[in-house]
């Protein structure tokens, strides 16, 4: 796993600084927002999932933008995206753009970025997504990286279904085509839409993570299959495999990392969902199991093992239009890095322990929505483990855990933008405060940095259309 950053003292950001980098954001989204209202494009040129449902941002998400996905909403996914009210052509875009200020200077700073208050476009994509008559539906994401300046394939979820009845109870039966486990889950306690729903790569993250994390989002191409009985039980079972190398050069993705599947990657799924407390309510459970060739090096005659078991729990409840979340998820990940012991990737092959090691994620959000506007979050998480100095730099641990704030406003949840549902945008405040980071509070990397030192403050500005 990669090194932490190694950071020497700096002035803390004074409020100077601060109100220049808000006046330069507040600025920045002034001119992108007036752009965008006097844009000649048509409504019928730049259609979405809002146009062909003839449904407001706020009948999907939470709060009147993405992606978290009110009862309505999952029902439309779980449902293959078919639902559909008028013709349209099927495509979208979306903008996300950033100012980031850490407490400390980075050393040596992100690549093409300065070592502080870095303004990034984070990304740009662009989105072929609807359904085509009652069975098949789905999007297909193409995104630019602004902070590492490449394009690629971003999240893929294509869907085959049908209705049917079980015991009387209306249900559906689907079949998903996607790139990255979690990707297709309807609800935002797992990894793929869990909070935050928009982050940057400019400021550090924790190193250490279960494999479910996202680490092969891009890098594999799964089926999987699922049935949703009576609005009530979700059930779920595929398996992922690792397209050739090729191939993801071609998407832009880096087949390297974290390596090719051996055979196939087993995943699956279970939730329940009912009413409680005037809300809804849902618990789950998730699994996924991978090898790996570390590298795509299958010289040793080994591969890397990793097994994902997880827990999670959600609630939601409307207040008019106001609206509360709360999504609980809990991740445990066993790993067995034969193989990059044995390549001498790390460690000693001959050490019984050199890759063995167990990881524990806990995140818990709480968001509440002001009249589908205003948008207030507070996520606590907890990254903890077994000691490997083999597989976790430093001391050897594997420990990191924070909390993050965010204020956010929504500007068209209704509809009623200037392209109508075609065009909606947020503007938002981040704070990630760390308590630990990578092992220890303080002096993680042995260069005398502290978890404190990575500490956040984000501004940023997303548009869809």
Not at 148 to 153: D, E, G, Q, V
Not at 195 to 201: I, M, R, V
Not at 415 to 423: I, M, T
Request: aromatic letters at 10%; proline letters at 6%; hydrophobic letters at 40%.
């Amino acid at each position: 796993m990669a090194k932490g950053l190694i950071r020497p003292s700096a002035p803390p950001c004074d409020a100077r600084s601060l109100k220049l980098i808000a006046g330069a954001w507040l600025a920045g989204v002034s001119l992108i927002i007036v752009a965008a209202m006097n844009m000649a494009r048509p409504a019928s040129a730049v259609p979405a999932f809002a146009q062909q449902t003839g449904q407001p941002c706020k009948s999907c998400h939470v709060g009147g933008f993405g992606p978290e996905l009110t009862p309505f909403g999952r029902e439309f996914k779980l449902g293959g995206y078919t639902l559909r009210a008028h013709a349209s052509i099927p495509l979208a875009a979306m903008v996300i753009a950033s100012v980031t200020h850490t407490r400390k200077d980075q050393h040596p700073p992100p690549e093409h970025l300065d070592r502080n208050d870095n303004f990034v476009p984070d990304q740009a994509s662009l989105f072929l997504a609807g359904g085509v008559g009652g069975h098949f539906g789905g999007f297909a994401q193409v995104t630019y990286d602004g902070v590492a300046r490449h394009w690629s394939w971003d999240n893929l979820d294509l869907r085959a279904v049908t209705k049917a009845k079980v015991f009387g109870a209306d249900s559906i039966f689907g079949l998903s085509v996607n790139n990255s486990p979690t990707v297709q889950d309807a609800w935002n306690t797992l990894a793929a839409w869990s909070f935050p729903y928009t982050d940057t790569a400019v400021s550090p993250t924790p190193d250490a993570a279960p494999l479910i994390d996202g680490a092969l989002a891009q890098n594999v191409l799964g089926v999987t299959a699922y049935g949703w009985i009576g609005s009530k039980v979700y059930v779920e079972a595929g398996s992922y495999t690792s397209p050739s190398r090729g191939t993801l050069d071609s998407l832009g993705a880096d087949p390297f990392d974290p390596g090719s599947i051996h055979g196939l990657a087993p995943y699956g799924r279970i939730a329940l969902q009912t009413k409680f407390g005037g809300g809804t309510f849902e618990v789950g459970a998730s699994a996924l199991q991978a090898a790996l060739f570390p590298g795509r090096d299958r010289s040793s005659g080994l591969s890397d093992r990793y097994t994902d078991l997880g827990l999670d729990s959600s609630w939601q409840k409307p207040f008019g239009t106001d609206n509360v979340s709360i999504n609980l998820r809990y991740e445990h990940e066993r790993g067995d890095l034969r193989a990059s012991c044995a390549l001498g990737l790390i460690g000693e092959d001959n050490d019984p322990r050199c890759g063995r090691y167990d990881l524990n994620e806990v995140r818990a959000t709480a968001r509440y929505t002001l009249h589908d506007r205003v948008g207030l979050t507070l996520s606590a998480f907890d990254i903890h483990g077994s000691r490997n100095s083999n597989v976790f730099d430093g001391n050897g641990r594997p420990d990191s855990n924070g909390v993050m704030g965010q204020v956010d406003y929504t500007f068209w949840p209704d509809g009623k933008g200037p392209l109508g549902p075609l065009f909606n945008a947020r503007v938002g405040v981040q704070f990630t405060a760390y308590g630990k980071f990578n092992g220890a509070r303080h002096n993680f990397d042995g260069a005398g940095a502290n978890a404190v030192d990575n500490n956040a403050l984000r501004f940023f500005t997303w548009i869809a259309f």
